[in-house]
């Protein structure tokens, strides 16, 4: 009886999979028959009362569960890996390392259309290579000549070909980053190698994605958190079949699949849209760099204002840094002037200084944009008699009070609340609002400049959609306005009419 159990136990072939639950282990079921599978399928198996998808990791004939409290798995749903080896890899390195259940980080890396079982169809190896040979060496070309510092740069890059390394482009805006980005990208593709292109949340705008296509004629795939699922699965699908030379995506890109990645390039290195902040923490540029190291290839961070993480490495001789330190092509630096607002008489938060200039640039038909990055009304409601000030209750950061509606808001865990008539503390009716946010700030300029068009970008005017899409057509229509905004506003945007920016209280970013 010991013998034949013995016997059973190595011929039954046990299956080790990963479940989208919050263990930190494999589950064991049976195989049906015994035909060959490969890690990175998905497989239905039951669970309890339940039926879930499951991604197989590896296959042995001994499991830790007495054999006979083993279930057979219910269907074998792909017949090829949806998942392959080197991503599954990155899945386990980032299971141990940011101590979070494999099976939810596979899930994770998983498009969501996938993850309920839809049939998905891997086309054969030799169908992708096919079409993608069709559509190599055909790039757009647009000659620019790289200066010096540009030149020195994509020629370290391009020497690191298959060979893990990465590099940091330390340059201002307009020094000719993406310039270098674009050429090291053209250099990946001609070796018949794909690329996988980081952004911040806000990076990520049609005209990053436009510039990149006037440049390469190549598919680019773009992923990104305003897409559908389906939209999503089919941009993934698109770089999983080798079929989009290029993808450009926010942090979850990371995990997207693709044969033949030859080179990372992250940008704005710096950004913290990089961190998942809920649930399965990561950096997206820790794991990219493990990436790179896993598949030898390239890693390419930029930035004009680089992280301290980052020069710490340069320090340590683990990044090797590029330096551009001038402005590329025909743009000239910007004149700085510093407004010191100490015993300043401020009309809604604005110097006389600031509102005369805004003046003067109107008047020439230009645009400004004034730069405030605290939307809502006022960043503050103080009580005059006490002092007491409102703060949330979850977070014990400051409310913000806004005016259109009318509430207190807490920008970090979103609690929103009525606004108080009296002081919660001592009673008294003296309640005022500190220091200046965008909707006052617009309030304000309508009442300086009642006859100019001022258009306010922040999260609140822009929560429908497409209306971000249509403020910046308007903009670009060139007509003159003010613009408020918010960090939305201050990257990746091209105005070309704009000839001044105001910062508002700068030293706000400092504390
Ligand atoms: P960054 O990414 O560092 O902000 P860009 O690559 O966007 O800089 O370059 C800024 C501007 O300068 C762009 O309009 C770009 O086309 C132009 N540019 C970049 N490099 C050169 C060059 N070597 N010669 C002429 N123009 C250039
Ligand atoms: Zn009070
Ligand atoms: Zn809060």
Redesign the pocket.
Known sequence: MHKANMKSQQIQKILHIALPLPFYRLFDYIAIDNQELKPGIRIKVPFGKRELIGILLNTSSHSAIEPSKLKPVITIIDQQPILSSHILKLCKWSSNYYHYPIGEVIFNALPAYLRKGREFKVPSKHQAQDRSDTKIHQTHNTP????QN?QTAINTINKSHNIFNTFLIN????????????QAIKQTLANDQQVLVLVPEIGLTPQLVE?FSKRFIEPIATIHSALTDLQRFKAWQLFYNGDAKIMIGTRSAIFAECPKLGLIII?EEHDISFKQQERFRYSAKDLAIVRAQMLKTPIVL?S?TPSLETTHNVTLNKYVELK?PE?????VHPEYKIIDICKQNLKFGLADSLINSIRKHINNKNQVILFLNRRGYAPVLMCHACGYIATCKNCSANLTLHSQPSHLHCHHCDTKKPVFQKCPECKSLDLQDVGVGTEQLELGLKHLFPHVDILRIDRDTTRKKNTLNNMLEDIKQGEPKILIGTQMLAKGHHFPNVTMVGIINIDHGFF
Do not use: F, P
């Open positions: 620019i000549k790289l200066n540009q340059g201002v805006t307009g020094s000719g980053k993406t310039e270098v980005y674009i510039r940008d930029g004009a551009l402005r590329a092509g025909a743009s």
